[in-house]
Antibody
């Protein structure tokens, strides 16, 4: 059974930093692309960033490029999102999403979500 | 970036109704489109990818159609567990934009 367990969220002040983690199990982690998707309170889904199975290819939305960095440690079966210069508009539930192959990014499996709140 | 526009934003329906939700891309995306279902307080669930391929385990009352810029998600006979919000997502080039969502209400 695929399991994706996000952690690292919480309350942070504007301009601060956080690192989200997503511990994966139940599949060959290095064989699957991974994605972060967020959802602001009461709003729709927003695609944030993705990384290929090998980690060699990374992609970002315009809203986070230059502030967020996606990475993965295939030996630890863990996905990361380093978030810097956080803004109020980054407040959201962040979902870790497993793709359908090494370079296939459909959201086959989703974590339970992790809330990040940016507020003073 | 390619914009994804869903309509309607909400629809009221009854159990047994046929419901159709549309998604329009601002540029050609061939068949690189997925549909997701999200229930309140839960993570989204993939229903359809490649515009018309049903994800494993998804009931056959769900179907997807379309290509190019215009796509449709159809629920042939609405069941109580289908009341949820539905999102489309394009998958041809990054960023993999979502539509704004369609809430299916009783």
């Amino acid at each position: 059974e695929v399991q994706l367990l996000e952690s690292g969220g919480g309350l942070v002040q504007p301009g601060g930093s956080l690192r989200l983690s997503c511990a994966a199990s139940g599949f060959t982690f290095s064989s699957y692309a991974m994605t972060w998707v967020r959802q602001a309170p009461g709003k729709g889904l927003e695609w944030v960033s993705a990384i290929s199975g090998s980690g060699s290819n990374t992609y970002y939305s315009d809203s986070v490029r230059g502030r967020f960095t996606i990475s993965r440690d295939n030996s630890k079966h863990t996905l990361y999102m380093e978030m810097n210069d956080l803004r109020a508009e980054d407040t959201a539930v962040y979902y870790c999403v497993k793709g359908c192959g090494s370079e296939c990014y459909w959201g086959y499996d989703w974590g339970q979500g992790n809330l990040v709140t940016v507020s003073s | 970036d390619i914009e994804m526009t869903q309509s309607p934003s909400s629809v009221s329906a009854s159990v047994g109704d046929r419901v159709a939700i549309t998604c329009q891309a601002s540029q050609e995306i061939v068949n690189f489109l997925a549909w997701y279902q999200q229930k309140p307080g839960k993570a989204p669930k993939l229903l359809i990818y490649g515009a018309s391929t049903l994800q494993s385990g998804v009931p056959s009352r769900f179907s997807g159609s379309g290509s190019g810029t215009d796509f449709t998600l159809t629920i042939s006979s609405l069941q109580p567990e289908d009341f949820a919000t539905y999102y489309c997502q394009r998958g041809n080039t990054f960023p993999l934009t979502f539509g704004g969502g369609t809430k299916v209400e009783i």
